[in-house]
């Protein structure tokens, strides 16, 4: 029998059973669908991570307070001192510490990151100022309340307004005045944990007293001298502060930005095999949906079989008017999928994760799906091809 | 062996496992049909025939014995050989017509020559040539459930045809139409003859057997002719 007279009748028995065919396909479907954002998904999550590393100088280094310990208590401006004086293998060395506050200029307010920092935080990050300074050491001795300001917080508060004019104005943040000394190049990524676009930088002391309060966390970011010094900087930082904190040396920790990265990665890669896993069972799930209805359908139709057979229907006529229903309903099912996820990555905008639709999801989606159909299908394919006429055509 | 033989059976054994019982339902039967014959093969429910002609068809093997059909060894055969050799020599016409329900009539026509690997322009014209012979030119469109059971006896009967087998084997072929109906497709089965078929109806109807040419007679298994 030719091909085309194979799909002819696949085609007359996917008609009759429209609403079964539809049933069926459900499975496929949504483990389509599922594959594409999938795929997506772990895609987007590594987007994000090297998106968020990609301002970062690999040779950084965060030391943190370990969980348990008392915030401000454990890390503290004599730490950055000793390490600025006792480690050979660090370049630079500031303290943070985060938090966010209501921001105002005028009359517009908005809220933002705060960073309270020390001047080394500009290199560390790669920060470049538009307009006007950083930090500097001065203000910090002096507790200056002075602000640097990210682009975006800048287009938010002065709108229109030329960077030059922005220096040099007073910002109220969590009710002081503050001065702005500089404007922020726009980076357009983001660093993890503060993103300096949507960010205020003020000296440390200035921040810890008046925004974030004593009991915010701070940490402390170290460049390295070099790649290569990353650990030696790693033991020189751990020496310091065990020494300076007398005995209390589990009190922080040390990792570098480098391990982070792997770290980001790695938990990215694990959870684009959990989700992949979700979609190989409801594919499987959905596969044996498939074979399920087929061996009701074999058996619906063994009186048809029997009479193909009798009239001259071989093995192959048969196993492949099976194989291909099953084929047919399982590639349909997977374009099913793929257009739903076409519509539903748009609005995965709304949501926390970043979905990043590609070629490869669509591609893996379909392969998987016809791989389902065709896999589940043999078996009673086969089965309808191996029934002997006599028993077939005698069938009620 | 004689080349006018289509049918050429001899001592031919069939018989069945009933648990541990063997059920014999053919013992050792001979038979012949030449060319251009038509045959009845007459007897009562339980009596083999229908095994016989199971046999006849190709759908069902003998346990031991010889089966030639058209000069063909038939039990050397495997199944996908068998089921070119159902199509090419074998025109089945059945008691409950079995026509494919989803398929129009002209589709279930075609289907012989479509499994044969024709295309189907040139399977279509010669259904439809066929369907206008058995007289239903004007129905080639229809399903076969919107036909009177005579016109799917005929539709059937187009199906046997459409592929020029050797023999028509027909299995109670008028058994599920009134006796007007039946009368038609008896007549059209005889005309057939006349224009050259080999032609082996099975039957329990003396009435119906008694318009054949030659009567072959089942009973328990034997045939006495």
New interface residues.
């Given amino acids: ?2 091909m ?2 194979i799909f002819t009748a696949v085609f ?2 996917i008609k ?1 059973n429209k609403f079964k065919v539809f049933l069926t396909s459900l499975g496929i479907i949504v483990g389509a669908l599922t594959i594409v954002l999938v795929i997506g998904i772990g895609k987007g999550s590594q987007a994000n991570v090297e998106e968020q590393f990609k301002r970062l100088n690999v040779g950084t280094l965060y030391i943190m307070p370990n969980f348990g310990g008392k915030g401000t208590e454990t890390l503290s401006l004599e730490d950055i001192e000793a390490i600025k004086e006792e480690a050979s293998s660090v370049s630079a060395v500031t303290i943070v510490v985060n938090g966010s506050s209501e921001v105002s200029y005028a009359k517009t307010s908005t809220s933002a990151s705060i960073a309270g920092a020390t001047k080394d935080f500009q290199n560390i990050n790669n920060l470049s100022v538009a307009q006007g300074e950083f930090i500097t050491d001065a203000h910090n001795e002096k507790r200056k309340k002075v602000a640097v300001i990210g682009a975006e917080i800048a287009t938010v508060l002065f709108e229109e307004k030329e960077y030059s004019e922005i220096v040099g104005e007073d910002i109220v943040i969590n009710g002081k005045r503050y001065e702005v000394i500089g404007v922020l190049e726009r980076l357009g990524g983001n660093m993890p944990g503060f993103n300096p676009d949507e960010g205020i930088i003020v000296p440390y002391d200035v921040a810890e007293k008046y925004i974030v309060g004593k009991r915010a966390r701070t940490s402390i970011m170290a460049l390295a001298k070099d790649i290569d010094y990353v650990a030696d900087a790693a033991d020189e930082i751990t020496q310091i502060l065990a020494k300076l904190h007398k005995g209390k040396s589990d009190d922080f920790r040390v990792r570098d930005a480098g391990s982070s990265l792997v770290a980001a990665q790695d938990s990215a890669k694990v959870m684009t095999l959990l989700l992949m896993s979700i979609a190989t069972i409801v594919l499987i799930v959905g596969g044996i949906g498939i074979m399920n209805v087929l061996f009701v359908s074999v058996k619906e139709r063994t ?2 079989i029997g ?11 048969i196993l492949l008017q099976f194989l291909l229903e099953s084929v047919v309903i399982s590639t349909s099912g997977g374009l099913i999928g793929i257009f739903l996820s076409i519509m539903i990555i748009p609005l995965m905008k709304y949501t926390d994760i970043s979905v990043l639709p590609s070629f490869l999801g669509y591609g893996m989606g379909l392969v998987f799906s016809i791989a389902t159909g065709t896999f589940f299908g043999y078996y009673p394919a086969m089965k309808a091809a191996n029934l002997k ?2 028993d077939a ?1 005698n069938y009620e | 062996m004689d080349q006018e033989n289509i049918i050429y059976m001899k001592d031919v054994v069939k018989s069945y496992k009933m648990g541990n019982n063997e059920l014999v339902v053919l013992k050792e039967v001979s038979l012949q049909v030449k060319r251009g014959e038509f045959v009845a093969v007459l007897g009562p429910s339980g009596s083999g025939k229908s095994t016989l002609m ?1 046999i006849i ?1 190709c ?2 093997v003998v346990n031991s014995g010889e089966y030639r059909l058209s000069g063909q060894n038939i039990d050397a055969k495997s ?2 050989e068998l ?2 050799i ?3 020599e074998i025109g ?1 016409v059945f008691q409950k017509f ?3 329900p ?2 129009t009539a002209i589709h279930n026509v075609q ?2 020559l ?4 024709l ?2 322009k040139t399977a279509y014209e010669k259904a439809k040539y066929v369907l206008e012979k058995v007289g239903l030119g004007d129905r080639i469109d229809h399903k076969p459930l919107e036909l009177s059971g005579g016109q799917q006896q005929r539709v059937s009967i187009a ?1 046997a045809l459409v ?1 020029d087998p050797n023999i028509l084997l027909a299995d109670e072929p008028t058994g599920a139409l009134d006796s007007q109906t039946g009368k038609e497709i008896m007549d059209m089965f005889l005309q057939l003859n006349q224009q050259g078929n080999t032609i082996v109806i099975i039957t329990h109807d003396e009435e119906i057997a008694q318009k054949a040419k030659r009567i072959i007679h089942v009973k328990d298994g034997n045939i006495y002719q």
């Fill in positions: 029998m030719r085309t007279e007359i028995n009759e009186k048809e009479i193909l057979k009798a009239i001259g229907a071989r093995k192959k006529d006429p006599i055509l | 199971n068809g759908i069902d199944e996908d089921s070119a159902r199509n090419r089945f079995n026509l494919l989803k398929y289907m012989p479509l499994l044969r690997g295309d189907r199906r592929g």
